[in-house]
């Protein structure tokens, strides 16, 4: 139909015109609108207390004790079940988080502005490999690491942003391609980048050099430091291709360890669930398959805008990582990926496919026409709380969400 | 080509769908090129006729 291809140009040319730029870092409960005691945002599509995974109930516990809401882990679990919490999807709040992706008021949230429309979004600060809160950690280790986050990490970025008038992103992800990032498993180019941007202005607005070397040393040793960067740049990006009548686009794919939720364009903010798969993946030394948690996380955002799993054939060193094959299999699936949208874009390309642009704008009606469901590539936490990541893997996102979704778009536009 | 003379030339196959035919070729040394497709929608009737109202 005339009108879909129209509108999902539409939606193409919104994502394709923004412009994400980093602009500060500040308190959760500061700048999300709406977030306030006993509440936490969590990633994936709603979802209560009953129905949350080991790893998701871990973080919460972990979280709650970080906002002294209660004084140890066990109590901080009976807080939660108690009905007292209030938990919201950070999609409802414009914001974004990997894995558990937990957000409370006081942990610090980088904001991107899309100063093309005007639109804010907001994610967390990447806090490393391994026990991480992310991954469903929750004991001292995890929390101090956050209480430095807030404490030292995130007033120095939000002083050397301010120093240098905001980060643009958009650049440094088209370099990133061409170093070898996907930007969802790996970030070891923008990592690097983005603290070449910094460091300058981190240095000019800090009085402490040990403490300037010690925030340093733990960008550097982070190669996944980017990911949040690029989640809250793909959040920035894909809202304002929300609500678009007749766009079969979809505009974000997220997961809560339970279901697996996408949202489409014409159809506003409703989701389309569907029970969450299981990575195929390689695991670090002392685990396996039996460690698992199923998919989880918000971080299927970069996937939503044409990088990650879309963009595999970028980083052929991340097929290994993954366990997808070879660096041949990893051409193959981002140009699979380009079957089922609606353009490409051509600031972000990819060298090894002859500058090709990444796939843009993943076509509802594409994906059930080829049976191609979204490939994405992820961490893999510990099915318990408290452990931490188990390994990486591909998963795919579920057919199912895309048949009921189909059926919504299509009476969305007076089809039946 | 008549039907004898095309199987006494050089077989080249392109297999569409399940690889199980594919297979069988290739493990007698017979090269074939798959080719990955399924049914629209996993073969289900409602969607492929909104998928074709869709695209009139």
């Excluded at chain 1, 080829?370 to 893999?380: E, K, Q």
């Amino acid at each position: 139909m005339e009108i879909i291809d129209r509108a999902n140009e539409i939606t193409v040319g919104r994502i394709l015109d923004a412009e994400p730029v980093l602009v500060d870092v500040k308190p959760a409960g500061v700048v999300i609108e709406g977030l306030g005691d006993g509440m936490i945002l969590h990633a994936g599509p709603p979802i209560g207390w009953d129905r949350m995974c080991g790893p998701m109930r871990g973080a919460i516990g972990g979280a709650i004790v970080l906002e002294g809401w209660a004084e140890d882990l066990t109590a901080a679990e009976k807080l939660a079940g108690s009905g007292d919490i209030t938990f919201q999807p950070n999609h409802h709040y414009d914001a974004v988080g990997p894995m558990t992706g937990l957000i409370t008021p006081s942990m610090p949230v980088m904001v991107v502005e899309n100063r093309n429309f005007g639109n804010l979004a907001f994610c967390t600060l990447n806090e490393g490999l391994g026990k991480v809160m992310r991954f469903g950690g929750n004991d001292e280790e995890v929390l101090n690491r956050l209480r430095w986050l807030a404490s030292d990490l995130a007033p120095a970025m939000s002083r050397a942003l301010a120093d240098r008038e905001g980060l643009p992103l958009k650049a440094i992800v088209a370099r990133g391609l061409s170093m070898g990032d996907e930007m969802h498993q790996r970030n070891v180019a923008c990592t690097g980048l983005v603290l070449r941007e910094l460091a300058p202005s981190l240095a000019r607005t800090s009085d402490n050099p040990d403490d300037l070397a010690e925030l340093l040393k733990f960008i550097a040793g982070n190669d996944q430091f980017f990911l949040n960067i690029a989640m809250v740049m793909g959040k920035a990006i894909m809202d304002p291709a929300r609500g678009i009548d007749g766009s079969s686009v979809v505009t974000a794919m997220s997961r809560n360890g339970a279901d697996f939720g996408i949202r489409v364009s014409s159809t506003g903010d409703q989701w389309f669930t569907a029970p969450v798969e299981m990575p195929d993946g390689l695991y670090f030394p002392g685990f396996s398959v039996q460690d698992a948690n199923p998919d989880m996380g918000d971080s299927t955002i970069v996937e939503t805008m044409g990088l990650g799993g879309f963009a595999m054939a970028a980083a052929p060193a991340v097929a290994g990582f993954v366990g997808a094959g070879s660096a041949n299999d990893a051409l193959n699936h981002t140009r699979s990926m380009m079957e089922i949208t609606v353009g490409r874009n051509p600031e972000w390309t990819i060298p090894a496919l002859d500058f090709a642009g990444v796939a843009t704008g993943i076509d509802i009606r594409k994906v059930l026409e080829t049976g191609l469901a979204p490939v994405i590539n992820t961490g893999i936490a510990h099915r318990e709380p408290g452990v931490g990541q188990v390994g990486a893997g591909i998963v795919r996102a579920p057919m199912a969400c895309f048949e009921q979704a189909l059926e919504a778009f299509a009476a969305s536009v007076g089809v039946s | 080509m008549p039907g004898k003379e095309l199987l006494r030339s050089k077989v080249k196959v392109v297999n569409i769908g399940l690889p199980l035919f594919a297979g069988a070729l290739t493990s007698r040394d017979i090269p074939v090129v798959q080719v990955e497709w399924t049914p629209p929608a996993g073969g289900d009737e409602r969607l492929i006729e909104l998928l074709d109202r869709l695209s009139e």
